[in-house]
């Protein structure tokens, strides 16, 4: 009887859990979140009403109690001209409500987009958008950078563009006629710098010039303080591919615009040569090489001697106080001392003046893409100096001090 038991309580057992199984079997699964699928839907349609400039359809996306705050990125993205635009979603933060509806979202999403007649490949940028739902349906309420990554520049202003013929300049709160003056000047260096690099790059460049210095920070996501008396900074991706996006030149219009003409020209000749030698530079590049090519572009064929264009350098030779090394990546930290900055800007142009003038400026073309074509940073100078100028790092020193003392002593 007890063995009966025993056996009859397993089977109510065995029983009891079946039942429990068949009930957990059909009870109906959690439905899936419906949001990222409708807000990738809404980001989709936002996109595509801004490409089609249809205002109505553009309006529809917003929430409509903050539509004429929202609807400023709009308009100030009207004079750019855009080949694409477009949202991946990465994140969905659903703050509030239920999956029935309502409550609140932050997105990350990746914002994409390309400048026609200019990007081969898109510019990509983290934006982070916040969104509520209202009887059913999402609306954007704000839009703002990831974090750490810059501001866009229609997120400053109306951006108004001037079309050179072979660059597009891009600004906020700046006169037309510095904007068409830069355009200009921009179109003059174009092919500068394809006499002295070669035809085989895009030859067109985009320049953005932001309202101040702080808002050239607010571009670079970083310390405007930093960028102080720099006139201009190229970004992009070194050693892009065929599809990379185009590099962007940043003016700093309060150092650019105390610049005279024949400044203003040097500086945007040597931001066009960083544009067309993107390809070529990589990790293994030393900033001195990459710095002293485009110096060396800009001043080529404008008859400035060393003594003109190396002043901070003669000073210390004069002085007795010449390098002994070529400059480090360090010496080129922008936001420190100003004189020691020019120092280094002025020894990678002498070196790179020294090649090409004993070498030949093919050679110091062919070094620069050597140099650049190394896996890494380790050996890359070494095997370029062998392998191109049949010289050795220690040799090449040599020369190059002595011809700093030769032309600045």
């Known amino acids: 009887m007890a063995g009966q038991g025993h056996g009859g309580a397993r089977r109510a057992a065995v029983g009891l859990l079946a039942g429990l199984l068949t009930l957990a079997g059909c009870a109906s699964p959690e439905p899936p979140d419906a949001a990222p699928q409708e807000i990738q839907a809404l980001l989709d349609r ?154 085989t790059w895009a030859g067109r460049v985009v320049v953005l010039v932001p309202a101040s210095l702080d808002a050239m920070g607010g571009l670079l996501g970083a310390p405007a303080a930093s960028y102080r008396g720099i006139a201009a900074v190229t970004t992009g991706e070194v050693g892009g591919g065929p599809d990379a996006p185009a590099d962007r030149v940043i003016v700093n219009p309060e150092a650019y615009g105390v610049l005279g003409d024949f400044g203003r020209q040097v500086v945007l000749t040597h931001e066009t040569t960083h544009v067309a030698t993107r390809t070529a530079t990589s990790a293994a590049t030393p900033v001195w090489l990459s710095e002293g090519f485009a110096d060396w572009v800009a001043y080529r064929g404008t008859g400035r001697t060393a003594v003109q264009a190396a002043p901070e350098l003669r000073r210390a030779v004069r002085a007795g106080d010449a390098p002994a090394v070529l400059p480090d990546d360090k010496a080129f930290a922008f936001g420190g001392d100003a004189d020691a900055l020019a120092r280094a800007y002025e020894g990678g142009w002498l070196a790179c003046e020294l090649i090409a003038e004993r070498w030949g400026e093919a050679k110091l073309t062919a070094f620069y893409r050597a140099v650049g074509a190394h896996p890494g940073r380790e050996g890359a100078v070494e095997k370029a100096l062998a392998e191109t100028l049949g010289t050795t790092p220690d040799e090449f020193t040599a020369a190059w001090r002595a011809f700093l003392r030769d032309r600045l002593g």
């Open 46 to 199: 936002h996109a595509r009403a801004l490409l089609a400039r249809d205002e109505a359809a553009y309006a529809v996306g917003l929430d409509p109690t903050r539509a004429s705050a929202a609807m400023k990125e709009f308009d100030q993205l009207a004079e750019v001209p855009l080949a694409s635009w477009g949202y991946r979603l990465k994140d969905v933060d659903r703050q509030s409500g239920d999956r029935a509806g309502g409550g609140r979202a932050t997105v990350r999403a990746d914002l994409t987009y390309r400048v026609a007649g200019y990007d081969s490949g898109p510019v990509t940028t983290e934006r982070v958008l916040d969104l509520t739902e209202r009887d059913g349906r999402w609306y954007v309420t704000g839009d703002r950078p990831g974090e750490g990554a810059a501001q866009q520049l229609w997120q400053q202003g109306d951006v108004e563009a001037v079309r050179g013929a072979r660059s597009l300049v891009l600004g906020v709160g700046q006169p037309e006629e510095r904007l068409r003056a830069i355009a200009a000047a921009a179109d003059r260096a174009v092919p500068a710098v394809s006499a002295a690099w070669s035809p």
